[in-house]
């Protein structure tokens, strides 16, 4: 059974430009969560999905993100018009089900230039 | 809004000492997670808890949900233990809201 994946791991922009991250949880997993880890900073979170719904998007911010789970294929994140400010590490983790420990991806590291 | 922090933020131990992170939060919670980032920079989890005390090798986790704080405790640390502990809590809705982190150094 495959862990989280994520993909790409390390992804470079230039200022303006949009940001897509992809995210496959684990085999029979519903749920989705994105969580940011800006440098020298902890962990936020950002959103948490279901298949086809937003439950919580509380922690993104308002402008230039966007997250889906679709029925079929991986939870994206999408950022557009990227800013240096967007630079991090972008963390996916799923789960069974609500309330259920979560299991992490390998994160993507987006740079923004 | 719940506020979480850990204690100490950085922790240099010999190999084989015994080592305790705690976390404190300040809002009831439904569960507590501990998590561990490696140097490269992914994250496992390593315990979810809402009550006692759970043991995973080496590792044990506790909380007492009265006091609101957790602690995670490393028996026989070793140097592949070094890493950076992640204390996050779930209010409603799944939503893990995470202390700073404590960077954990073990030396041989």
């Known amino acids: 059974n495959a862990g989280v994946m994520q993909n790409p791991r390390h992804l470079v922009r230039r200022r303006g430009q949009e940001a897509r991250l992809r995210c496959s949880p684990m085999k029979g997993h519903s749920h989705v969560y994105w969580y940011r880890q800006l440098p020298e900073e902890g962990l936020k979170f950002m959103v948490y999905?279901?298949?086809?719904?937003?439950?919580?998007e509380s922690g993104m911010p308002k402008e230039r993100f966007s997250a889906e789970f679709p029925k079929e294929g991986p939870s994206i994140l999408r950022i557009q018009q990227v800013v240096r400010g967007d630079s991090a590490a972008y963390f996916c983790?799923?789960?069974?089900?609500?309330?259920?420990?979560?299991?992490f991806g390998p994160g993507t590291r987006l740079t923004v230039t | 809004k719940n506020e979480v922090e850990q204690s100490p933020q950085n922790l240099t131990a010999q190999e084989g000492e015994f080592i305790t992170i705690n976390c404190s939060y300040s809002?009831?919670?439904?569960?507590l997670h501990w998590l561990q980032q490696h140097p490269g920079g992914g994250i496992v989890s390593l315990f979810m808890?809402?009550?006692g005390k759970k043991k995973h090798g080496r590792l044990i986790a506790t909380i007492n949900i009265q006091e609101k704080h957790s602690s995670l405790h490393i028996t026989a640390s070793h140097p592949r233990d070094s890493a950076v502990y992640i204390c996050g809590t779930e209010t409603s809705g799944s939503r893990l809201t995470f202390g700073e982190g404590t960077q954990l150094t073990v030396n041989p």
């Open positions: 808890l809402s009550s």
């Open positions: 999905l279901q298949k086809e719904n937003i439950i919580d």
């Open positions: 983790a799923s789960s069974p089900q609500g309330a259920n420990e979560q299991y």
């Open positions: 809002v009831g919670i439904s569960a």
